[in-house]
């Protein structure tokens, strides 16, 4: 009798370690491995996007022109993400640096930077161009 | 328990967590490296199919001015905009479910075109402007309200510049505009020979940029009862430059209807009334700014007034992807864009079963 229970006690052992060992393939099939980190490519897009916009109507041009560069960073922080950080170089067409500032959101570095480069070009005559840097970074 | 019991529990725990650990490494390690090209390009593929929905117009590439028709291409582009990222007014105001024009998402996802792919938009701007009423002083003749205005970004100051409007029964008026540096109080001082309840507007207006605008509003209770929740006597749906009134309540009467932006105001122009509906005719404003129309009028003794935003922004479309990060890859990216005269975010958020 004691034996015979034993092999009863066996079966439901197994029983339960066989429903235990599928309910953790089941659920771990459908375990989501989250990522929301911005990707380097995805980060130069949102950077580029920026500056199309804020260029939009000679805004960006302007803001050059007239030495506003606290203007061009107000704006570009507002409209980047949240955690996003830029550090920005202006040049004009003979590759002078024309920003007598430093225009960044943020001081400190990181190891991931993705670098977005950009013409704009102004609306007023005389005509002038400059080259746009910008680096960019998330907050770690 | 016997000592047997013990160790069969015990070597299945460990089985299990061997089982796990090997499933969760190689799905983090070894299964990137297995997927077929696709799945390899799901980013930059996904990535491109959001720029597509704000660069292309869609087809019609009016199907946003007309309320009646559905899109047969999936696209919010202005059409003949020589400008990227620049989204029509209509077919954005055609993405909220509270128009009665808007388009369903089952029909925005049949002209997608892509059976694989479901997707979301939710387009807000730039920074939010919130009210609070924090305090009301009685005088002779006069009621002075006190509000708090905040205007942030994820929670971060925004310097703005404020200018508040207030309406209520046949009365319209104007604040001064106010700097702030993220937070400002404003004094609103209302006549008691005026009905309520009111309704404050307030916008904000980026220090540096003038296209970059938002608002906020807040109806509260001046010589009347409690206000009630928007949509309660009549439903409004701008579109095209018209603004439709459903009346909701039979005993409804209209009386001014007003649109109000950052430096103007007007009054609208009613072009049609029936029973349950009348069309009023939006004018076309210089300055960027969103239009929020208000249209004023009594349901047997009781004033209201209702309002709405043109583009009706901000507004959530589409796929709701919350329960679903087990069963899809979902990828969001975020493009600022331009509605009308003023720059908002959009976020498109697109997603597909899991490789």
């Not at chain 1, 490519?41 to 022109?65: Q, W």
């Not at chain 2, 808007?102 to 997707?119: E, I, K, R, T």
């Not at chain 2, 928007?230 to 439903?235: D, P």
Request: hydrophobic share 40%; charged share 15%.
């Amino acid at each position: 009798m004691k034996n015979a229970n034993k092999g009863q006690i066996r079966i439901i052992e197994a029983f339960f370690a066989v429903i235990i060992i599928f309910s953790a393939f089941a659920v771990s099939a459908n375990l989501s491995v989250s990522n929301h980190t911005i990707s380097h490519e995805n980060l130069a897009s949102i950077g580029l996007n920026s500056l199309v916009e804020l260029d939009r109507d000679g805004y960006f041009c302007k803001y050059i022109t007239t030495g506003n560069f606290t203007a061009l960073r107000e704006a570009l922080s507002l409209v980047l993400p949240t955690g996003v950080c830029f550090n920005l170089t202006i040049y004009d067409t003979q590759m002078q640096q024309v920003n007598t500032e430093i225009i960044t959101n943020s001081g400190f570095g990181s190891q991931d930077i993705a670098t977005v480069e950009y013409v704009s070009a102004g609306q007023d005559s005389p005509f002038l161009c400059y080259i746009v840097h910008m680096q960019l970074w998330v907050v770690t | 328990m016997p000592a047997v019991s013990v160790d069969t529990f015990f070597a299945c725990t460990l089985m299990v967590i061997v089982v796990l650990s090997a499933m969760a490494g190689a799905s983090k390690i070894i299964l990137p490296y297995v997927n077929n090209a696709v799945g390899l390009n799901a980013p930059e593929r996904y990535e491109q199919l959001s720029k597509y929905v704000l660069l292309s117009a869609g087809a019609p590439s009016d199907w946003g001015q007309n309320g009646q028709a559905d899109p047969q291409v999936f696209g919010l582009g202005k059409a003949d905009s020589g400008n990227p990222y620049e989204l029509d007014v209509d077919k954005v105001t055609r993405l909220n479910d509270e128009n009665q024009y808007s388009v369903s998402y089952a029909d925005a996802f049949a002209s997608f075109g892509l059976p694989d792919v479901s997707f979301s938009l939710e387009i807000k701007p730039v920074f939010e402007v919130i009210t609070n009423l924090t305090a009301i002083f009685d005088a002779d003749n006069i009621t002075v309200y006190q509000f708090e205005i905040l205007t942030e970004k994820d929670g971060a100051p925004v310097s703005a510049e404020i200018k508040c409007r207030i309406i209520a029964e046949s009365y319209l008026n104007t604040a001064d505009t106010i700097p702030s540096d993220g937070k400002v109080y404003q004094n609103i001082t209302i006549p008691d020979s005026v009905n309520g309840p009111a309704l404050l507007v307030a916008f904000a207006r980026h220090a540096y940029d003038d296209r970059i605008v938002s608002y906020g509003s807040y109806a509260f209770a001046h010589n009347s009862t409690e206000t009630e929740t928007r949509g309660t006597y009549l439903k409004l749906s701008p579109l095209n430059y018209l603004l439709n009134a459903s009346i909701v309540h039979p005993e409804t009467n209209l009386s001014e209807a007003y649109a109000v932006t950052f430096d103007y105001s007007a009054s609208l122009e009613q072009v049609s009334r029936s029973n349950d509906s009348a069309v009023y005719q939006i004018p076309r404003f210089l300055d960027p700014s969103p239009v929020v129309i208000v249209l004023t009028g009594r349901n047997s003794t009781v004033f209201f007034a209702e309002w709405v935003a043109y583009p009706q922004v901000p507004t959530r479309f589409g796929a709701d992807f919350t329960n679903s990060a087990s069963l899809s890859s979902i990828y969001a990216f975020t493009y600022m864009v331009k509605v009308g005269s003023v720059i908002y975010r959009c976020t498109v958020r697109l997603g597909g079963p899991r490789e």
